[in-house]
């Protein structure tokens, strides 16, 4: 269960590089993968979105910061969570 996890985190990692790089190269907002991704994307960087003052920079940091969280915190709470207790 717990590799099952882990996995899934990556892959929600991978899909928000593929968000950022379909951000750089401005792709096709109509493309269905484009609309696939950013809808699995949008309701985790929305709100880290909304806390951020990106207006101000012009840069949107909030898929680093989510990143930062799924690859330094998720899989520590996964692993203590899911760890067999020692007796």
Do not use: H, K
């Amino acid at each position: 269960m717990l590799q099952l996890l882990l996995f899934a985190v990556r892959m929600y990692e991978l899909a928000i590089l593929v968000r950022v790089v379909i951000s750089w190269v401005q792709a096709d907002p109509y493309n269905p993968f484009v609309q696939w991704v950013r809808r699995i994307t949008e309701p985790v960087l929305e709100p880290i979105r909304r806390l951020l003052p990106t207006n101000s920079i012009g840069i949107d940091f909030s898929p680093l910061i989510v990143l930062l969280v799924l690859e330094l915190i998720v899989p520590r709470v996964l692993i203590a969570v899911f760890r067999p207790l020692p007796f």
